[in-house]
């Protein structure tokens, strides 16, 4: 069974860090693209971030970049973001999520966790 | 950037209705259209990839058409279970980007 596991998340002050993590058990977690997605409350759904399955391609929506990395360690099923610089609009549940296709790095995801909050307010 | 436009924002529907929910993108987007579903306090969960191909576990009820910029989600028969919010995503180019939502309450 596919399980993604966030934590991490948490009051923050503008300008601050966090760090998320995302533990992954259930499937082969070094062939598949990983992702991370916010939802700003009672906001719709934002893409943030992916890595692809070795970690030598990332990417990100225009808003994170500079502030925001992605990252994953093959030998722990682990993927993280590592949130900098965070402004009150970065508030949201931040959710991981694991892409359908070993093939492609950007496309649909098949499998999500449970969402952590990160609240980022003085 | 691709923008999704869903329509529409809300609706309100009773059990046994045919239900169906519409997604333009900006831009051709071939059939890079997923949906999910999302209910309060929980995460999405993907119901169709590639515009029409029904997810592993997904009930029949659930269909998707479209190609190029104009998708249409449809549910046959609406259950109890089916009142939730859905999201239309394109998976043709970065940034990754999802429509509004479609929340779809009880008449």
Redesign the interface.
């Known amino acids: 069974e596919v399980q993604l596991l966030e934590s991490g998340g948490g009051l923050v002050q503008p300008g601050g860090s966090l760090r998320l993590s995302c533990a992954a058990s259930g499937f082969t977690f070094n062939i598949y693209a990983m992702?991370w997605?916010r939802q700003a409350p009672g906001k719709?759904?934002?893409?943030v971030s992916?890595i692809s399955g070795s970690g030598g391609a990332t990417?990100y929506?225009?808003s994170v970049k500079g502030r925001f990395t992605i990252s994953r360690d093959n030998s722990k099923n682990t993927l993280y973001l590592q949130m900098n610089s965070l402004r009150a609009e970065d508030t949201a549940v931040y959710?991981c999520a694991k892409d359908?296709l070993v093939v492609?790095d950007?496309?649909?995801?098949?499998y999500?966790?449970?969402?952590t909050l990160v609240t980022v307010s003085s | 950037d691709i923008q999704m436009t869903q329509s529409p924002s809300s609706l309100s529907a009773s059990v046994g209705d045919r239900v169906t929910i519409t997604c333009r993108a900006s831009q051709s987007i071939s059939s890079y259209l997923n949906w999910y579903q999302q209910k309060p306090g929980k995460a999405p969960n993907l119901l169709i990839y590639a515009a029409s191909s029904l997810q592993g576990g997904v009930p029949s009820r659930f269909s998707g058409s479209g190609s190029g910029t104009d998708f249409t989600l449809t549910i046959s028969s609406l259950q109890p279970e089916d009142f939730a919010t859905y999201y239309c995503q394109q998976s043709y180019s970065t940034p990754l980007t999802f429509g509004g939502g479609t929340k779809v309450q009880i008449k």
């Open positions: 992702s997605v719709g759904l934002e893409w992916t990417y929506v225009d959710y359908r492609r950007l496309g649909e995801f098949d999500w966790g449970q969402g």
